[in-house]
């Protein structure tokens, strides 16, 4: 089977990841004074000689036109994501993480779902905000505090491959979202997948796939997904 045909047509099911874009505006502000030298105000009648005082430390010489331009750049910092699905991928898109930062100050990976829980019983299993563990970037949610320490122990045994896309999406070259409740343990590693009917897909030549997608997610880890 040619590789292409590997991954079906794109599909409104499928659900890649959006891009978070930072746009920059710059705002030009100039200011200019300019002073103009004192006038001084003579009575209308005939001027009256007087003697010299001497100088005031008020009165200064007329001052030579003054033009001063300021230019202050300001730069806003504007976070725009991109709501056309539910899953956004991190800054450089390395991991699939959702929307918004949690608590512990990153944003949520896995769903939510238990990874130990997920890998060792291929059970998906709802995390909770009590027990986190930020890893790499990315908070993970777990069931139970003696989960949440499993994992802190190794957490490269229990996160899912491919920053959690999806597998068979990596292995043409692309960043899918990549569904709990599709995944697959193969050598105590842990692989996600899009959909049902991907992962069915998947199931007839899963040896196949999993080499190209590991050939192939070097070369797109660090691309953003709108750039694939």
Not at 55 to 77: D, F, G, N, V
Not at 125 to 152: P, R
Request: proline share 8%.
């Amino acid at each position: 089977m040619p590789e292409q045909e590997l991954l079906p047509p794109l599909e409104a099911d499928f659900r890649p990841a959006p891009v978070v874009c930072t746009l920059i505006f710059h705002v030009r502000l100039e200011l200019k004074a300019q002073d103009v030298p004192d006038v001084q105000l003579l009575p209308a009648t005939a001027p009256v000689r007087q003697e010299p005082s001497q100088p005031s430390l008020w009165l200064q010489p007329p001052i030579k036109e003054i033009e001063m331009s300021r230019t202050i750049t300001l730069s806003a910092m504007v976070m725009a994501v991109a709501i056309a699905t539910a899953l956004p991928a991190a800054a450089e898109d390395e991991h699939n993480v959702s929307t918004g930062i949690t608590t512990a100050g990153a944003p949520l990976g896995l769903h939510g779902v238990d990874a130990v829980a997920l890998t060792t019983l291929n059970a998906v299993s709802e995390g909770n905000a009590e027990y986190t563990v930020v890893e790499d970037g990315v908070a993970y949610y777990f069931a139970s505090a003696d989960s949440a320490k499993t994992f802190k122990a190794d957490p490269a045994k229990y996160a899912p491959q491919y920053g959690g896309f999806c597998a068979y999406a990596v292995a043409l070259g692309k960043k899918f979202d990549g569904d709990p409740r599709y995944a697959d343990i193969v050598d105590g590693k842990l692989y996600l997948f899009v959909n049902e009917e991907i992962f069915k897909k998947y199931k007839k030549d899963s040896k196949r796939i999993l080499a190209k997608a590991e050939r192939t997610w070097p070369r797109i880890e660090h691309k953003a997904v709108g750039d694939l």
